[in-house]
Antibody, heavy 120, light 108 residues
Framework: QVQLQESGPGLVKPSQTLSLSCTVSGGSVTSSGYYWTWIRQHPGKGLEWIGYIYDSGRTYYKSSLNSRATISVDTSKNQFSLRLRAVSAADTAFYYC????????????WGRGILVTVSS | EIVLTQSPGTLSLSPGETATLSCRASQSVSSNYLVWYQQKPGQAPRLLIYGASNRATGIPDRFRGSGSGTDFSLTISRLEPEDFAVYYCQQYGNPGITFGGGTKVEIK
């Protein structure tokens, strides 16, 4: 059974870079056809798509993040990662990694989420 | 960017009743690309419906998705205690993914 697990610092200082990883267990991050996705949720608010990586390296991001986000895959660790640069308090949120087989399908597998707080 | 507007914001119902949730898009969405999720407090969202009307694995048939174009709905028949949660619609567009703001189904 494939599972996803987010990991990374729970506290990041303003203007620094948020770095999170999502470990894929019971399966492979190189499995073809999957979009490995990051989503966040501000406390008490709705869901916000950040971006995804697919086709062994193609990426797509939410435009309003102003190019601050980078998603990558580390096949040696069976992980995919999110880096979000120049964070502010507005980036405080629960961050989820998730998987989809593409637009015809939903996000069928999610990690449990990790709370990241941006504060000095 | 396509904006999804969900209504009502909150639905107060009793177990056994039927919930009808609406998701309206700012422009036409391919039915193939409309998805519904359920989220309970402290948990990640769970996939319910994809392709507007296809139930995900393990989802009971009291959950039904329908709609096309700009108007989609999720109907939950015979509400069970575990169905009280927040529901989000989602669409795949160009570019990327957008979510609706959510509808909370609460116990009356």
């Amino acid at each position: 059974q494939v599972q996803l697990q987010e990991s990374g610092p729970g506290l990041v200082k303003p203007s620094q870079t948020l770095s999170l990883s999502c470990t894929v267990s019971g399966g492979s991050v190189t499995s073809s056809g999957y979009y490995w996705t990051w989503i966040r949720q501000h406390p008490g608010k709705g869901l916000e798509w950040i971006g995804y990586i697919y086709d062994s390296g193609r990426t797509y991001y939410k435009s309003s993040l102003n190019s601050r986000a980078t998603i990558s895959v580390d096949t040696s660790k069976n992980q995919f990662s999110l880096r979000l640069r120049a964070v502010s308090a507005a980036d405080t949120a629960f961050y989820y990694c998730a998987r989809t087989k593409g637009p015809l399908y939903g996000l069928d597998l999610w990690g449990r989420g990790i709370l990241v707080t941006v504060s000095s | 960017e396509i904006v999804l507007t969900q209504s009502p914001g909150t639905l107060s119902l009793s177990p056994g009743e039927t919930a009808t949730l609406s998701c309206r898009a700012s422009q036409s969405v391919s039915s193939n690309y409309l998805v519904w999720y359920q989220q309970k407090p402290g948990q990640a969202p769970r996939l319910l419906i994809y392709g507007a009307s296809n139930r995900a694995t393990g989802i009971p048939d009291r959950f039904r998705g329908s709609g096309s174009g700009t108007d989609f709905s999720l109907t939950i028949s015979r509400l069970e205690p575990e169905d009280f949660a927040v529901y989000y619609c989602q669409q795949y567009g160009n570019p990327g993914i957008t979510f609706g703001g959510g509808t909370k189904v609460e116990i009356k």
